[in-house]
T-cell receptor
Framework: QKEVEQNSGPLSVPEGAIASLNCTYS??????FFWYRQYSGKSPELIMS????GDKEDGRFTAQLNKASQYVSLLIRDSQPSDSATYLC??????????FGPGTRLSVLP | EAGVAQSPRYKIIEKRQSVAFWCNPI?????LYWYQQILGQGPKLLIQ????????DSQLPKDRFSAERLKGVDSTLKIQPAKLEDSAVYLC??????????????FGPGTRLLVL
């Protein structure tokens, strides 16, 4: 059974701080990695995708991937109250099988 | 560009009844997914279609759930008979195709199902 694990949180950070969200996965054959944001009562929306080891930056968001450690993270710089949501890590393997983690609830305190 | 459409948005039924959900993906998207998201959990893939063929239905409870995508466009997901534990949000998503950058899933608004 392929698994994706995340801390459920809630993770609380003050406004303006860096929020760090972590995800580990069990399948070494995983090829594609995604971070989705889900506001309460809404559908997931894609924030970042990453395919190669290293960092990928997009505005205030940075995704980090380490395939050897089977670890992917999302950093949110200058956190805003509007970033308060559940962040879902999703992993895809060669076979196009997507597995989502349980999500981490982030609360950014004004 | 229109997003993924789903209907109904909400459904309340009693256990042992039947229910069907409809999804219309983004135009031109070859891949369509149905997910079940129970409150407090991440989405769980039920079935994945590539055009009108099934790619993965390993987690679909086939004794009660069925899904089809007859013309490779819209899709229906049916539950018959429903159980209390089927109460969840049913999310439909679509993506353009395979390949890096083309796998991004776009989610519909979901159907909230409550089984009493």
């Amino acid at each position: 059974q392929k698994e994706v694990e995340q801390n459920s949180g809630p993770l609380s950070v003050p406004e303006g701080a860096i929020a760090s969200l972590n995800c580990t996965y069990s399948d070494r054959g995983s090829q594609s990695f995604f971070w989705y944001r889900q506001y309460s009562g809404k559908s997931p929306e894609l924030i970042m995708s990453i395919y190669s080891n290293g960092d990928k930056e997009d505005g205030r968001f940075t995704a980090q991937l380490n395939k050897a450690s089977q670890y992917v993270s999302l950093l949110i710089r200058d956190s805003q109250p509007s970033d308060s949501a559940t962040y879902l890590c999703a992993v895809k393997d060669y076979g196009q099988n997507f597995v989502f983690g349980p999500g981490t609830r982030l609360s950014v305190l004004p | 560009e229109a997003g993924v459409a789903q209907s109904p948005r909400y459904k309340i039924i009693e256990k042992r009844q039947s229910v069907a959900f409809w999804c219309n993906p983004i135009s031109g998207h070859a891949t369509l997914y149905w997910y079940q998201q129970i409150l407090g959990q991440g989405p769980k893939l039920l079935i994945q279609f590539q055009n009108n063929g099934v790619v993965d239905d390993s987690q679909l409870p086939k004794d009660r759930f069925s899904a089809e995508r007859l013309k490779g466009v819209d899709s229906t997901l049916k539950i018959q008979p429903a159980k209390l534990e089927d109460s969840a949000v049913y999310l439909c998503a679509s993506s353009p195709s395979k390949g890096e950058g083309l796998e991004t899933q776009y989610f519909g608004p979901g159907t909230r199902l409550l089984v009493l």
